[in-house]
């Protein structure tokens, strides 16, 4: 069954520590984003990469650490960096290219501060 | 583990009604536009997409519609089912996918 498999669905964070969220896809895509959500705004992209080995921070990328050392996976740090942890993490990925604009969501993750 | 929503507009219809669900874009650049379905704790789901040269789109049920003039975006949704409440949003996107700017969303409410 192709798609995104984002993990855990509910996540908890103390103070001062890092916590990571598993993003996983098998739709063989190149790129692929962490967005932040939170109640009543649009979604807000932390990171993207486009290929293996390389990624670009977005408007929100503070606190935040990505890395894409295979294709198929874009795990997302928060860092204790990151004071308003709080919100709804997205994956999402989709082809490279004109004509494959279409975005494909996970699942996300709630993050919630202990 | 509801995050998503909280304050946002809300439209309610009665089951059978069509929807009409309305977006205004930012970006006069933008050439592509995407009409995403989110429920409750879930991740979003494409419904409808439309390019800047074209002005409406239908899909099963649903229909966009795109004013360039004014920038604006509209979906409409015919005969809504009770299984169509969710939150909706658009997003528009100037440089072939590169960045998605997302608006901030409509809850459809349908009501029995």
């Known amino acids: 069954d192709g798609g995104i498999t984002q993990s855990p669905k509910y996540l908890f964070r103390k103070e001062g520590q890092n916590v990571t969220l598993s993003c996983e896809q098998n739709?063989?895509?190149?790129?692929m984003y962490w967005y932040r959500q939170d109640p009543g705004q649009g979604l807000r992209l932390i990171y993207y990469?486009?290929?293996?080995?390389?990624?670009q921070k977005g408007d929100i990328a503070e606190g935040y650490s990505v890395s894409r050392e295979k294709k198929e996976s874009f795990p997302l740090t928060v860092t204790s960096a990151q004071k308003n942890p709080t919100a709804f993490y997205l994956c999402?990925?989709?082809?490279?290219?004109?004509?494959?604009?279409?975005?494909?969501f996970g699942s996300g993750t709630q993050l919630s501060v202990l | 583990g509801e995050s998503v929503g909280l304050h946002l507009p809300t439209l309610s219809v009665q089951e059978g009604d069509n929807s009409i669900i309305n977006c205004a874009y930012s970006?006069?650049?933008?050439?592509?536009f995407i009409w995403y379905k989110q429920e409750s704790g879930k991740g979003p789901q494409f419904i409808i997409d439309?390019?800047?040269?074209?002005d409406k789109r239908q899909g099963q049920r649903v229909t966009v519609l795109l004013n360039k003039t004014v920038k604006h975006l509209s979906l409409q949704i015919a005969a809504t089912q009770p299984g169509d409440s969710a939150v909706y949003f658009c997003?528009?996107?100037?440089?072939?996918?590169?960045?998605?700017?997302f608006g901030p969303g409509t809850r459809l409410s349908v009501l029995p």
């Open positions: 739709l063989n895509h190149d790129a």
């Open positions: 970006n006069s650049a933008s050439d592509y």
């Open positions: 439309i390019r800047s040269n074209m």
């Open positions: 997003a528009e996107t100037p440089n072939y996918g590169q960045n998605f700017v």
């Open positions: 990469s486009q290929i293996v080995n390389d990624f």
């Open positions: 999402a990925s989709r082809q490279q290219g004109a004509g494959n604009e279409k975005l494909f």
